[in-house]
């Protein structure tokens, strides 16, 4: 079965830490870019960062930038995304998506065709 499926969400304080996974599972994340998404109760989908699997390259969104962190692990066919100093801003469902690319980098405007079921993650005291 292709799926992404995401862990790691949860509920923390103000300038905690936690540790998202995306796992895919039915395909390899080779030739993909994977971005991670998040949408908080009555706000738009935002883009958060993205990674193209094969070559490494990433992006971040200025919100998030310095503080949360992509990386992927190619025998686990996973994508994680590192999120320190957390806010009560970050609350929200985050989710992660794949696009097939042929490039070497990633992009979060574009139509990402293959999304995870979303992992809540709650920031606060």
């Known amino acids: 079965q292709v799926q992404l499926v995401e862990s790691g969400g949860g509920l923390v304080q103000p300038g905690g830490s936690l540790r998202l996974s995306c796992a895919a599972s039915?395909?390899?994340?080779?030739?993909?870019?994977i971005g991670w998404f998040r949408q908080a109760p009555g706000k738009e989908r935002e883009g958060v960062s993205c990674?193209?699997?094969?070559?490494?390259?990433?992006y971040y969104a200025d919100s998030v930038k310095g503080r949360f962190t992509i990386s992927r692990d190619n025998a686990k066919n996973t994508v994680y995304l590192q999120m320190n100093s957390l806010q009560p801003e970050d609350t929200a469902v985050y989710y992660c998506?794949?696009?097939?690319?042929?490039?070497?980098?990633?992009?979060?405007?574009?139509?990402?065709?293959?999304w995870g079921q979303g992992t809540q993650v709650t920031v606060s005291s």
């Open positions: 990674i193209n699997f094969s070559h490494g390259r990433t």
């Open positions: 039915g395909f390899t994340l080779h030739y993909y870019a």
């Open positions: 998506a794949a696009e097939g690319t042929y490039g070497s980098s990633c992009r979060l405007n574009i139509g990402y065709d293959r």
